[in-house]
């Protein structure tokens, strides 16, 4: 039965009949990447694609907070790859990185994710092999654990968002993880989609109440949406609940990696239309939907709190813990290099200009701590003793964003530039501007080699990454 089903899934009857529209998800959680195409832009030609089970995005795996996942993964990409379950705390052989927790998953090849499911929120999943590459294809999905006692809301809607760089012909421009990219911001696309669909507008009601799960899944692009009058409540943040508060200075800023999940309120007429507009980058400010109120739900809104029940994490004893500094550095414009040619009245020091264009040689753009690490496979960056806390002091040495994301564990996001955090942060991806200091705080509970790293995906893959082993 299994088998058959398998067989069917990996026939081109299946691919094609999703192709056409026609998006079955298997009974049970199978994914299955593979060539495929997608209607990414309305009216225009198809895009050639890389997909789970056909899809763009991946389906939503939907689960129960307390339940054991059971993923069944068969590559039918002509190259390896593996998944990863971003954001979930779970054994570190179920991770999904290659050479690091398991071996890459060969073409053809087959690979039964198992893990429980301690934590209820929204996360999300996407190969950790070529990620430059396969996740910029369509390889990405939303992993949704609901609470046991959900908030009641009227519709519970997952915008997964992304970022395309499209030819004229919309294909998926090639030149994964090129030095220009690498260097700078990473892969910037020139197309936004939501759900792998550049949206038209997004059908709303009067009076009823939203749960809007956002997902960043770009390469690269930042997302900080603003909602107008629609005044947003941020109930989570990478599937952690904290305080209910309206997002800082209007708009919910979103790192590549990051998720946050929002309780809308729709307190709009009918025939309004409620705009939501991208303002992260000054110079590319644009509208990414109209909403549009169709109808009434309600007269009477719902109105109850929507604080979420927490997570059981482990919170970290910040008087015993260890502080460890981390230093980011690298990249164009390095401010490094240029405090050394200004100490230096003006006068470049030809010995770092060498180092410089030598690493940038050899794909190393981005340093941890002085180390520039391009591989999963790796001597740890850090060996962390398995129960005790430990504060990251994270210093953004560079001149970029950087989105940093630490594999199997939850942290504290305790300070940025010594303020304190407030609304009681957890996470497992914290965005880092230009020049930032930010403190993280977490308990080493679980054992294993975790990646850590930045999400944008050209400057992991050009040495922003490293290895916490916990023993
Ligand atoms: Cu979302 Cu190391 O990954
Ligand atoms: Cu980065």
Same mark, same amino acid.
């Given at each position: ?60 795996? =939907?689960?129960?907070?307390?339940? %054991?996942?059971?993923?069944?993964? !068969? ?5 390896? !790859? ?15 990185? @290659?050479?690091?927790? +398991? ?6 090849? %087959? ?14 999943? *996407? ?57 700078? #911001? ?18 709303? +009601? ?34 952690? @609940? ?49 909403? #549009?109120?169709?109808?009434?739900? %309600?007269?009477?809104?719902?109105? &109850? ?29 390095? @401010? =490094? ?9 003006? &006068? ?8 410089? =264009? ?5 794909? &190393?753009?981005? !340093?941890?701590?002085? +180390? ?46 010594? +303020? ?8 497992? !991806? ?22 850590? *790293? ?18």
């Amino acid at each position: 039965m299994r088998l058959s089903r398998r067989h069917f899934l990996a026939g081109s009857a299946a691919f094609g009949a999703a192709a056409a529209g026609v998006h079955a998800q298997p009974a049970g959680k199978e994914l299955v990447p593979a060539p495929a195409r997608a209607a990414i832009v309305p009216g225009q030609r198809e895009t050639d694609v890389w997909a789970f089970n056909g899809m763009v995005p991946g389906p939503v795996l =939907r689960f129960r907070q307390g339940e %054991r996942a059971r993923i069944d993964v !068969t590559n039918r990409l002509a190259q390896e !790859t593996t998944v990863h379950w971003h954001g979930l705390r779970l054994p570190n052989a179920m991770d999904g990185v @290659p050479h690091l927790t +398991q071996p890459p998953i060969p073409p053809g090849g %087959r690979f039964l994710y198992e893990f429980d499911l301690p934590d209820a929120g929204t996360f999300w999943y *996407h190969p950790h092999a070529s990620s430059s590459e396969q996740v910029e294809r369509g390889l990405a999905g939303a992993f949704i654990v609901e609470e046991r006692e959900p908030p009641e809301v009227d519709r519970d809607v997952v915008w997964l968002l992304d970022d395309w760089r499209l030819t004229q012909e919309a294909a998926v421009a090639g030149e994964f993880g090129n030095m220009m990219d690498a260097s700078h #911001a990473g892969r910037l696309g020139n197309t936004v989609t939501i759900n792998g669909r550049v949206p038209e507008r997004f059908a709303v +009601q009067a009076g009823e109440r939203l749960r809007l799960r956002l997902i960043n899944a770009a390469n690269a692009r930042v997302f900080g949406l603003a909602f107008g009058d629609l005044a947003p409540t941020v109930v989570t943040l990478d599937g952690q @609940p904290l305080e209910p508060h309206p997002p800082p200075a209007g708009r919910v800023v979103l790192g590549p990696g990051m998720r946050a999940d929002l309780i809308l309120d729709i307190a709009a007429p009918t025939g309004a239309t409620l705009p939501v507009t991208d303002t992260f980058y000054a110079r590319g400010r644009y509208k990414l939907v109209d909403m #549009a109120v169709e109808g009434t739900r %309600r007269v009477s809104p719902l109105t &109850q709190p929507v604080r979420l029940a927490a997570n059981p994490l482990s919170v970290p004893d910040l008087s015993a813990a260890e502080r460890i500094v981390i230093e980011l550095g690298g990249g164009m414009m390095d @401010p =490094r290099l240029m405090r050394a040619v200004r100490e230096r009245s003006g &006068q470049p020091d030809p010995e770092m200009i060498r180092q410089f =264009r030598e690493r940038m040689a050899a794909g &190393q753009v981005w !340093t941890l701590n002085g +180390q520039s690490v391009t591989q999963h496979q790796h001597a740890p960056l850090l060996t962390l003793r398995r129960g005790r806390s430990y504060v990251f002091a994270m210093n953004n040495d560079t001149a970029w964003h950087h989105p940093m994301h630490l594999h199997g564990m939850t942290f504290r996001v305790l300070s940025r530039n010594g +303020q304190a955090v407030p609304h009681g942060e957890w996470r497992d !991806t914290t965005l880092l501007d230009p020049g930032e200091r930010v403190e993280i705080g977490f308990v080493a509970d679980n054992p294993g080699d975790w990646m850590f *790293h930045c999400h944008v995906l050209e400057h992991q893959e050009a040495g922003m990454m490293g290895t916490i082993r916990v023993t």
